[in-house]
């Protein structure tokens, strides 16, 4: 059975993207088959593991209906993907039948048991793109960067997660909030760290002990289509990856 994992924070650069393509490749090369889906109509996911999203079918031909979530696929290093592209960005008007919360999970139906990860990446908002990725999900990490004025605003995001588990999903689990951009000079402050904490009870879930540190190797992957693992795997955020998508195989956050 597929583990299926949302990545999400309606904050932007947080680091969602950069924690869905290094989970992607670190359960990967430990023998997983993964499935990546970007759901973001900036498409940076595929961007950074080096895909060409401008051409061929995305997750936007899927959800209309036009093809088959197979036929989306794109055979990538680390296992398989399905790409998104600025497309997607009108999905809030042009998804307006009933049932719309559900076009990800029912699109996936029939290929999910071929993967033992599914990682979904989304933008960084609270709209159907969003909902359709709760819905398809076993369970969400969620990224926040430890500084108070990035960890302000989380009522908007437990309301959805609260309205997604009572009408549509009620299974959905909140496995972490994970720090990123961790920098130790910069000291978590107390403060922080107890709003980051409140926040986990809020969310009903608690604050991952592993840390993703800054590196700089982070921001330069990308433009060499290359996931920070395969990059620099000695960067400090490559080895905090690989320790955290340890426990993302495990299912344990403690
Ligand atoms: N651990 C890190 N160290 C240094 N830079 C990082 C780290 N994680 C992310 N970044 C940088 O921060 C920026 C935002 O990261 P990323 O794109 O993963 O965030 P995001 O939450 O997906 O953003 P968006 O909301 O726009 O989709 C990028 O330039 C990325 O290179
Ligand atoms: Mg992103």
């Known amino acids: 059975m597929s583990k299926i994992i949302t990545v999400t924070n309606q904050k932007g650069g947080v680091g969602k993207t950069t924690t869905c393509n290094a989970l992607i490749s670190c359960l990967s090369s430990m023998g997983n088959k993964v499935l990546g889906i970007d759901l973001d109509p900036q498409g940076s996911l595929g961007f950074s593991l080096g895909l060409d999203i401008e051409s061929g079918f995305t997750i936007y031909d899927v959800l209309k209906g036009n093809v088959t979530a197979k036929e989306a696929l794109r055979s990538i290093d680390c296992g398989d993907f399905i790409a998104s592209n600025i497309l997607l960005s009108t999905a809030e008007l042009e998804f307006n039948r009933s049932g719309r919360e559900f076009l990800l999970r029912d699109a996936i139906n029939d290929i999910k048991d071929n993967y033992d990860f599914i990682i979904i990446d989304t933008p960084p908002a609270l709209n159907i793109l969003t909902v359709n990725a709760y819905v398809a999900a076993d369970s969400l990490i969620v990224p926040m960067v430890p500084e108070i004025l990035s960890l302000l605003g989380i009522s908007q995001i437990k309301e959805t997660i609260d309205s997604v588990k009572k009408f549509f999903n009620p299974s959905l689990e909140v496995s972490c909030i994970l720090l990123t951009k961790y920098n130790k000079r910069m000291m978590l402050t107390k403060e922080v760290e107890e709003m980051a904490g409140q926040i986990a009870d809020q969310l009903g879930t608690i604050v991952v002990s592993t840390k993703i540190r800054s590196s700089v190797a982070v921001a330069e992957a990308p433009a060499h289509g290359q996931g920070i693992l395969s ?18 195989y495990l299912g344990r956050f403690k």
């Open 231 to 248: 990059y620099a795997p000695k960067a400090n955020a490559s080895i905090d990856y690989s320790a955290f998508a340890k426990m993302v």
